[in-house]
Structures are given as structure tokens and as C-alpha cells.
């Protein structure tokens, strides 16, 4: 079955500072991984994922996750934090050989400070 | 707004009542999803359809829990009894058939709170 760790439940970066949200995830097969996002009263919005080719990708809001095989991590980056980016961010793995099931990590709050 | 739709936005319910969610999707989305969150939690997978066969269900979906989607399109999860451990954030999500497309899309959820 597979699973999501994201190893910290708080990060604090000052506003311009690059920021990095970490995950790892553990899955029989080859895995798709997935960013969300959550802001308060909101649901889960889509940020990127990474299904197959190029270990970066990119998404919305200038966020980009690396893809590492080897360490099965897909951590969380951009090069330079807003306040507005403050939020829940939780990660995401399915095993391609599963119907559906979408496992999530803890989640992580982002807090951006001025 | 073309998004996931989910109604009541809160419910509040006393322990042993029956309550009822409805999740509407994206319209051109086959596939919808339940999931449950609580506080400090990720969503939790409960159940997923494709058009209006249910094809997988959580272990945590016990009894008293039920979902529908009769026509393919909106769903509703119901739960009967209610306890107060099923005081939670419900949300469904919805993804198109699409060879290409994995992400699901989130609705703004229905917390339940039983009292």
C-alpha cells in the first residue's frame, strides 16, 4: 500500500526567502505525486504533479517539486516566498497500479512572515 | 463557477440522526471521490465512482455510511447514526476521464459536527 511522510508539520521562511516543503512517499510500483494546497474554508486546490518525463515540474503560483527516485522524495519549492503563500500544503502518491486510491500526507503549514 | 460543488457547507447534527451531503462535480467529470478530513489530518479516501458505479470503498466506510450516484452526475453521502467521531470535514473531489488527467478537484467540503 502506498503512504506519504511529510516530516514537518510548520515551516516559517520570511517573505522573499526560497522555501522548500518536504515529502517522501513509499509505494510498490512507480508512483504519481501530487501538491495541493489548502487556505482557510477552502477546499484543496491542484498546484503540479508528476506523472512521468522530466524529474522537475513546475506548477501554479511559481511552485515547482523534484522528483527523486532514489531518496522517494518530491519536495515542495519556490525560489521566493509570498505572505499570500501561506497555507496547508499536503502531498499526494497513487500507485499506477491502483484503481484510485489517492493517499495523502499530514499536511505542512506554510506561514510566509513579512 | 464551473468547480466542484458540495451542499450544506456545515451541518450540525445530534449523535444518533441521520445526515446527508451532496457533492456536485465538474460537469464533464466521470469519476468523483468522497474523502474524509479531520483536524491535523490529510483527506482520508472513503469512496470513489466512475459515471454511477462505485468501484471502490475505504474500510473506513463503514455500515452506517452510504454513497449514490444514481444518474452519474451529482452524489450524495449519507450517514445514519451519526456519532461524534464522525465529526469531520467531508470532501468530494471529481477528475475527468482523460487519458492525461490524474489531478482530482476539490470541492469546499461539509463539516459535520455531531453533537
Known amino acids: 500500500a502506498q503512504s506519504v511522510a511529510q516530516p514537518e508539520d510548520q515551516v516559517n521562511v520570511a517573505e522573499g526567502n526560497p522555501l522548500t516543503v518536504k515529502c517522501t512517499y513509499s509505494v510498490s510500483g512507480n508512483p504519481y505525486l501530487f501538491w495541493y494546497v489548502q487556505y482557510p474554508n477552502r477546499g484543496l486546490q491542484f498546484l503540479l504533479k508528476?506523472?512521468?518525463?522530466?524529474?522537475l515540474v513546475k506548477g501554479s503560483y511559481g511552485f515547482e517539486a523534484e522528483f527523486n527516485k532514489s531518496q522517494t522524495s518530491f519536495h515542495l519549492k519556490k525560489p521566493s516566498a509570498l505572505v499570500s503563500d501561506s497555507a496547508l500544503y499536503f502531498c499526494a502518491v497513487r500507485d499506477i497500479l491502483s484503481n484510485n486510491d489517492m493517499r495523502f500526507g499530514a499536511g505542512t503549514r506554510l506561514t510566509v512572515k513579512p | 463557477d464551473t468547480g466542484v460543488s458540495q451542499n450544506p457547507r456545515h451541518k450540525i447534527t445530534k449523535r444518533g440522526q441521520n445526515v446527508t451531503f451532496r457533492c456536485d462535480p465538474i460537469s464533464e467529470h466521470n469519476r468523483l471521490y468522497w474523502y474524509r478530513q479531520t483536524l491535523g489530518q490529510g483527506p482520508e479516501f472513503l469512496t470513489y465512482?466512475?459515471?454511477?458505479?462505485?468501484?471502490?470503498k475505504s474500510r473506513l466506510l463503514s455500515d452506517r455510511f452510504s454513497a449514490e450516484r444514481p444518474k452519474g452526475s451529482f452524489s450524495t453521502l449519507e450517514i445514519q447514526r451519526t456519532e461524534q467521531g464522525d465529526s469531520a470535514m467531508y470532501l468530494c473531489a471529481s477528475s475527468s476521464p482523460g487519458g492525461s488527467s490524474y489531478e482530482q478537484y476539490f470541492g469546499p467540503g461539509t463539516r459535520l459536527t455531531v453533537t
Open positions: 465512482f466512475q459515471n454511477e458505479a462505485q468501484l471502490e
Open positions: 508528476y506523472i512521468t518525463g522530466d524529474n
